[in-house]
C-alpha cells in the first residue's frame, strides 16, 4: 500500500475533474435549521482555505461539501485543509464526472490502473448510491456493471467483496458523480461558533489544551486566557501558551489569548493566610478572573482541562468550591477522562510536543507541601475578605495582554494587541 492517500490524477479534458468529497457529521440530524450549521461550517471552510495557494469552491450536495479548486491548488492540500474543519466525518479525495455510466466506467477504469500503478492491488470492490433516484440503473446495477468493467480491464485482480484492500465509491447525482478510492476520518462535531463562544483557562500541560479542542468539537468558538506566575516567574509558560493557542487556531477561526500575570495577587493570598487553601483559592480567583473577562469579550462560558481526582485540587468538593466563585458556567471536557487518554488526544492534536516543554507554571507558585482535598467555602471567604476581591480583579484585567495567535514572530508579551493573520 502506498504511504500517502490515493489521489486520482489531474485530467486535461473538460469531462473530468479531481475534488473533494466532505462528508457531513452529526448536523445531518439537525431539522429545519440545518441549513444554518451548514453555512456556518462552510465558513470555517473558507477560513481554514485561506492562503492555500490558488481559487477554491464549495458546493453542496445531500448530506455532502464538495470541495475542489483550480489547476494551482493540490488536492492532497486541499485534503489537509479540510481534515482541520470540525463537522466533517470523512474526508474523502475524488474524481467528478458527467452523470453517465460511460464516463463512470472510464474514470473507474483510469483511476484503478493509477493505483495499481503505485503498487500491488490484491483486491477490490465496488460500492454504487443514487443520490438522483431518476438515473436509470440501481445502485447494485452500476456497482455490477462498474466493477465487469474494471474486471474486464484487469483480468487478474481479484474481486473482494468483504473486505477488499482498494474499494471504489461511487456517488451519483443528477449532473455529476463522484468516485472515491480513500476515505480519511474527519473531526467530527459540530461547526466551531454553532454552539456559541467560550474562554479557555489555557495552562502549559496536556489537559487544558485537549479540552479546547473538545469543547470546539461541541461548536464552541474559543477564545483563551492564560495566568502566569509574574513578576515572580518567567515568561516561558506565556510562550507555551502562545504555541498551544496558535495550534488551537488551527481548527477554528482565530481565537485570542489573554495573559494575565496572577504572581502579585498570589502573594495576597499567601499572606492572608490562605496555607494549605492557597491552591484553591488561587483556582477560585482565576475563575473569578476569567468569568469577568468573559463577559467584557462576549464568552458565554469557561472551559478548564480539570479531571476528576487527578490531582488533589481536582476533587469534586474542591471543584464546587471553584464554580461557587465563577459567573459564568464551568465545563469540564474531560472531568472523567484519564491521564492517559489526555497525552494520547494531545498527540492526536498536535500540542503534545508544546506541552511537554520546561515552564514555570503559576500554580507552582507559592503552593503549599500539602493540598486541602475538600476546601471549605467559610475558610475560603475569610480569606478572601482579607483580600479586596473587586479591586484585585479590576487590576488584573486592566494590565491583561491581548495576542491573536498565528503571527510567525516569536511573541513577545507586552501591554499592546499583537494583530496576526488567520493561521494558514
Known amino acids: 500500500m502506498p ?36 453555512e456556518r461550517l462552510h465558513d470555517n471552510l473558507r477560513v481554514a482555505l485561506r492562503g492555500v495557494g490558488g481559487s477554491t469552491w464549495i458546493k453542496t450536495a445531500q448530506n455532502v461539501t464538495v470541495l475542489g479548486g483550480d489547476g494551482s491548488v493540490s488536492i492532497e492540500a486541499l485534503v489537509e ?64 456493471r462498474v466493477g465487469a468493467s474494471l474486471k474486464e480491464a484487469m483480468p487478474n485482480l481479484p474481486v473482494e467483496l468483504k ?61 483563551f486566557v492564560h495566568f502566569n506566575g509574574a513578576p515572580y516567574t518567567n515568561p516561558s509558560s506565556v510562550y507555551k501558551a502562545y504555541a498551544l493557542a496558535r495550534e488551537l487556531n488551527r481548527y477554528q477561526p482565530a481565537g485570542t489569548l489573554h495573559v494575565i500575570a496572577l504572581g502579585k495577587a498570589q502573594k495576597q493570598l499567601a ?35 480539570d479531571s476528576l481526582g487527578q490531582v488533589a485540587s481536582q476533587t469534586l468538593a474542591n471543584m464546587a468550591a471553584v464554580d461557587e466563585a465563577a459567573t459564568l458556567p464551568v465545563l469540564r471536557p474531560l472531568v472523567g477522562w484519564d491521564k492517559q487518554e489526555i497525552i494520547d488526544a494531545a498527540r ?39 483580600i479586596d476581591l473587586d479591586e484585585v480583579v479590576a487590576t488584573l484585567l486592566d494590565r491583561v495582554q491581548v495576542m491573536v495567535p498565528g503571527a510567525d514572530e516569536i511573541p513577545v508579551p507586552d501591554e499592546t494587541r499583537c494583530a496576526a493573520p488567520v493561521p494558514s
Open 3 to 38: 504511504d500517502q492517500p490515493f489521489v486520482p490524477a489531474q485530467r486535461p479534458t473538460a469531462s473530468y475533474g479531481p475534488c473533494v468529497l466532505l462528508k457531513h457529521g452529526e448536523i445531518f440530524l439537525k431539522g429545519r435549521n440545518r441549513h444554518r450549521f451548514t
Open 81 to 144: 485543509r479540510a481534515q482541520r474543519v470540525v463537522g466533517f466525518n470523512s474526508v474523502e479525495p475524488a474524481v467528478r464526472v458527467p452523470s453517465t455510466l460511460a464516463d463512470i466506467t472510464r474514470a473507474g477504469v483510469d483511476a484503478l490502473r493509477e493505483r495499481a500503478a503505485l503498487g500491488p492491488v490484491r483486491s477490490f470492490a465496488v460500492r454504487a448510491r443514487r443520490r438522483d433516484k431518476q438515473f436509470p440503473l440501481t445502485s447494485s446495477q452500476v456497482a455490477a
Open 163 to 223: 473486505r477488499p484492500e482498494v474499494l471504489l465509491s461511487i456517488e451519483i447525482d443528477r449532473k455529476e458523480t463522484y468516485l472515491s478510492w480513500t476515505r480519511l476520518p474527519g473531526l467530527t462535531g459540530l461547526p466551531v461558533g454553532s454552539s456559541g463562544r467560550a474562554l479557555v483557562l489555557l495552562s502549559g500541560g496536556y489537559d487544558s489544551p485537549v479540552a479546547a479542542h473538545r469543547a470546539m468539537r461541541r461548536g464552541l468558538s474559543c477564545d
Open 271 to 305: 499572606v492572608a493566610g490562605a496555607g494549605r487553601l492557597q491552591v484553591v483559592a488561587q483556582r477560585r480567583l482565576m475563575v473569578r478572573t476569567a468569568s469577568a473577562l468573559g463577559a467584557r469579550i462576549g464568552s458565554e462560558a469557561l472551559v478548564t482541562g
Open 348 to 386: 492526536a492534536i498536535g500540542t503534545a510536543e508544546i506541552s511537554v516543554l520546561p515552564d514555570e507554571d503559576c500554580c507552582q507558585l507559592l503552593a503549599p507541601p500539602r493540598v486541602s482535598t475538600r476546601a471549605a467555602l467559610p475558610q475560603l471567604r475569610s480569606v478572601e475578605k482579607l
